[in-house]
């Protein structure tokens, strides 16, 4: 078993993926990060209906790429199909910070009390996660979202992807909370996504909380961006419910940190919602 989930074990599980399941999943790169880590996308199935799922975006959740990587595996080995979808997965949208966050790197610039294994944004210390362009100008300074809204080559790339793919829906994961993020109150209601969020707590026991209601709180987030981009259903779910856990001990038994017993079925649920 794996004690730590970075950038290298990422590959290592792609490659292997690759070599097994040659015909059922394709990998390309979508772009570079801050310090030249590649961002890789698998995809899976032929069909019209693109679903997106993306991990890491924070640095500090390498947890959730571990446990992409693990239901991408099951998926597969289960031998399910999917005709009328395609299965698209960025299993770590944040290389830097994880690496970073794991202790193998260090920031691009100066990050003041720094300590790694708390650290969330990307080699430029910007939180990818207020990075993107959506009520902007609201994103407060403590979620260092940086000076411009797409700043960031990881965000970019993101952005570059969804614009050709045009998914009929995108999950991002995170790691603290065990609950699912999935209105605002500055898009409101988008077709289908109560419908989506109530399919993940029924199969995967993930709680649906309120709407989100500050701006503060949901400004420059890449979920609230897509909604508004495309006026379709994005959510957030938090993997994690055990709040006293630390980030690193998440990813030193991570299916015990996510109770895989109960959120094994995420992709299959998501494949399966019409
Ligand atoms: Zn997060």
Same mark, same amino acid.
């Given at each position: 078993?794996?004690?730590?989930?970075?950038?290298?074990?990422?590959?290592?599980?792609?490659?292997?993926?690759?070599?097994?399941?040659?015909?059922?999943?394709?990998?390309?790169?979508?772009?570079?990060?801050?310090?030249?880590?590649?961002?890789?996308?698998?995809?899976?199935?032929?069909?019209?209906?693109?679903?997106?799922?993306?991990?890491?975006?924070?640095?500090?959740?390498?947890?959730?790429?571990? *446990?992409?990587?693990?239901?991408?595996?099951?998926?597969?080995?289960?031998?399910?199909?999917?005709?009328? %979808?395609?299965?698209?997965?960025?299993?770590?949208?944040?290389?830097?910070?994880?690496?970073?966050?794991?202790?193998?790197?260090?920031?691009?610039?100066?990050? %003041?009390?720094?300590?790694?294994?708390?650290?969330?944004?990307?080699?430029?210390?910007?939180?990818?996660?207020?990075?993107?362009?959506?009520?902007?100008?609201?994103?407060?300074?403590?979620?260092?979202?940086?000076?411009?809204?797409?700043?960031?080559?990881?965000?970019?790339?993101?952005?570059?992807?969804?614009?050709?793919?045009?998914?009929?829906?995108?999950?991002?994961?995170?790691?603290?909370?065990?609950?699912?993020?999935?209105?605002?109150?500055?898009?409101?209601?988008? %077709?289908?996504?109560?419908?989506?969020?109530?399919?993940?707590?029924?199969?995967?026991?993930?709680?649906?909380?309120?709407?989100?209601?500050?701006?503060?709180?949901?400004?420059?987030?890449?979920?609230?961006?897509?909604?508004?981009?495309?006026?379709?259903?994005?959510?957030?779910?938090?993997?994690?419910?055990?709040?006293?856990?630390?980030?690193?001990?998440?990813?030193?038994? *991570?299916?015990?940190?996510?109770?895989?017993?109960?959120?094994?079925?995420?992709?299959?649920?998501?494949?399966?919602?019409?």
């Amino acid at each position: 078993m794996r004690t730590c989930y970075g950038y290298t074990e990422l590959l290592e599980d792609l490659l292997k993926l690759s070599e097994v399941y040659k015909d059922k999943i394709s990998i390309k790169i979508t772009g570079t990060s801050v310090k030249g880590r590649l961002l890789p996308l698998i995809k899976m199935g032929g069909g019209n209906k693109k679903l997106l799922v993306a991990g890491a975006v924070h640095g500090r959740e390498s947890v959730t790429s571990a *446990f992409i990587m693990k239901s991408l595996e099951e998926l597969l080995k289960s031998g399910c199909e999917f005709a009328e %979808k395609s299965l698209y997965v960025l299993p770590m949208v944040n290389p830097d910070g994880v690496e970073i966050f794991l202790k193998r790197d260090l920031p691009q610039v100066t990050v %003041k009390d720094f300590k790694g294994e708390l650290f969330k944004n990307n080699a430029n210390n910007i939180n990818l996660n207020a990075n993107f362009p959506f009520c902007f100008s609201k994103v407060p300074p403590k979620r260092q979202g940086g000076a411009k809204s797409a700043s960031e080559p990881e965000v970019k790339s993101l952005i570059k992807l969804c614009e050709k793919e045009r998914f009929e829906s995108a999950v991002s994961l995170h790691a603290r909370g065990n609950c699912i993020f999935w209105r605002d109150y500055g898009n409101k209601a988008v %077709k289908g996504d109560l419908e989506l969020a109530k399919s993940f707590e029924q199969n995967c026991c993930f709680e649906i909380i309120s709407p989100t209601q500050k701006v503060e709180d949901y400004s420059g987030g890449f979920e609230n961006w897509f909604r508004c981009r495309y006026r379709k259903p994005a959510l957030c779910i938090e993997l994690v419910k055990d709040e006293d856990i630390s980030f690193s001990d998440m990813i030193i038994n *991570f299916e015990e940190a996510v109770i895989w017993e109960k959120t094994k079925n995420l992709l299959i649920t998501y494949l399966n919602f019409s």
